[in-house]
C-alpha cells in the first residue's frame, strides 16, 4: 500500500485507543466484521439516564486503519445519543463512498487517504457501524426495563 494510506497520523491512532476493555454487563453490544481483511470490532454500550452513552467498552481485532478509525469512535463515543452515532455511521459511509462532504466527526478527516481505496472502506467503518447498533439495542433495552 500507498505511504500515503498509512501516514504518520493514521499510524498514530492505530496504536492510540482510549479504550481498550469490554464492558462487564452491557446494554447493547454489537460485533462487526469485515469480510475482505478479516478486521473484527466489538463495541459495549450502557446509556445513561438522558439517553446517552455514559460507558463503552471496545475489542478491537482490526488492520491499522480500523484500529484509526475505533480509536477516533472511541475519544468521542461518551455523550453521544443514539441518533448521533447513527447520524456519524451514515455520514462515514457517504463520505468513503465520495458523496458526502467530511463527516462532523472530531479528526475523520485524518482518514481521507483511504478514499481511494474501497477494499479498505469496510474496515474503517466497523467502530461506527458498532457503535450505532450497540447505542440501539442499549435504548431499547433501557426503555423495556
Not at 50 to 71: K, N, P
Not at 129 to 142: D, K, V, Y
Amino acid at each position: 500500500m500507498s505511504a500515503t494510506l498509512y501516514n504518520d497520523a493514521i499510524l498514530r491512532l492505530a496504536t492510540d485507543n482510549p479504550i481498550d476493555e469490554r464492558l462487564p454487563d452491557p446494554q447493547g453490544t454489537s460485533e462487526k466484521r469485515s469480510p475482505i481483511c478479516g478486521s473484527r470490532v466489538t463495541v459495549d454500550v450502557n446509556l445513561g439516564p438522558d439517553g446517552r452513552v455514559s460507558e463503552a467498552g471496545m475489542l478491537v481485532r482490526a488492520c491499522a486503519l480500523g484500529q484509526a478509525s475505533s480509536s477516533l469512535l472511541a475519544a468521542n463515543v461518551i455523550g453521544r445519543t443514539p441518533e448521533e452515532l447513527a447520524a456519524a455511521r451514515d455520514a462515514l459511509a457517504d463520505w468513503l463512498a465520495q458523496g458526502g462532504d467530511v463527516p462532523a466527526w472530531p479528526g475523520v478527516d485524518v482518514l481521507a487517504p483511504a478514499r481511494d481505496y474501497h477494499a479498505r472502506h469496510a474496515s474503517i467503518r466497523l467502530a461506527f457501524e458498532a457503535a450505532a447498533e450497540a447505542a440501539a439495542q442499549a435504548r431499547t433495552r433501557s426503555e423495556g426495563d
